[in-house]
């Protein structure tokens, strides 16, 4: 009989992976597969490194499920990766205890860019990236991404961008938010084929989230390019540095909310745009702008000519408050206040 009650049990657990929703909602009616489907789930854990069982982030995004956490040893991945998965934490065993831009990650991912767009692509959702390294990504149309994002929602903690097209490229679906934390972007840029940036967040993103990051020596494109419907720049460094030649260092070219706060921006003297730093609602002015924050900043500017801190091309007024501007500096052109 035990054994009868066993094999039924067995056939049981077999046909729920195989029912829709409607026959397991049946199957709760009798009885069948009840305790199956009330146990939780349990996140995985992966590690990844040389002498383990996975040995590349290629490896590691076959195997990772919804909700997983994946650790990479410290060393150097030649591969790139797709990732499926959605609710993913991907992080290095020992980051950097802070972000500088002289230590680098030990744990560092480069080589040729997966569909010939990016090193690590996210097509899930809700991913967390910790304490990663991503240099050197290349694609035939320029635009190789370290991180390429096309699901909804990214964090990217105390991680490092170096000498990549893009930095971090992110699409994403309506109601995304992108948060940039404590991360180092050095050597970013292209402009070969479309111009790729440091930092470029696309349309449809609701908020860009910039905090404590550092940007520099950004190879004609933008330091940050952002479309997002609300972008929130604070507590970093942007500047170009005796090697950089980006154009804006930051730019908000279909408008939206903007708040720039607390900020170190210097613009080089090898910049390839020499008359403004902040660019907003330089291109279609398609996202609504409610509010325009540029306050307690210190802006240099390197350059002899006259160079625009803020150049304003939506309808809503700028606010200006408590900015230090040394150098050449125009405030402000265009709509709003100085103060």
Partial sequence: MNGVVAAAVALCKKSLTRMSRTMVRLSLATGCGLSALSMPATARVWEVGPGRELTSPEQAAAVAKDGDRVVFDPGVYR???????SHLTIEARRPPATMNQTVMSQTVVTGP???DRGLFLFAGNDITVRGMTFVHARSTWHTGAGILM???????????FLDNENGILAG????????????LFRGNGSCLGACAHALYIGKQIARLEVTGCVFLDTHVGHHIKSRARAT????SRIEDGPEGTSSYLIELPDGGDGVIVNNVLRKGTNS????VAISLG???RSNPTRVLVIRGNHFTSDLPEPVRFVRNFTQTPARLTGNELAGNVIPLDGPGTVD
Avoid: F, M, Y
């Fill in 272 to 275: 390839q745009n020499k008359e």
């Fill in 79 to 85: 591969g790139c990766a797709i990732w499926p998965a």
């Fill in 172 to 183: 994403g679906p309506p109601g995304s938010v992108v948060r940039i934390v404590h991360d």
């Fill in 282 to 284: 330089t291109e279609d």
């Fill in 232 to 235: 929130v720049v604070r507590d």
């Fill in 113 to 115: 860019a997966c569909a």
């Fill in 150 to 160: 096309e699901g909804a929602n990214l964090t990217v903690e105390n991680s490092q």
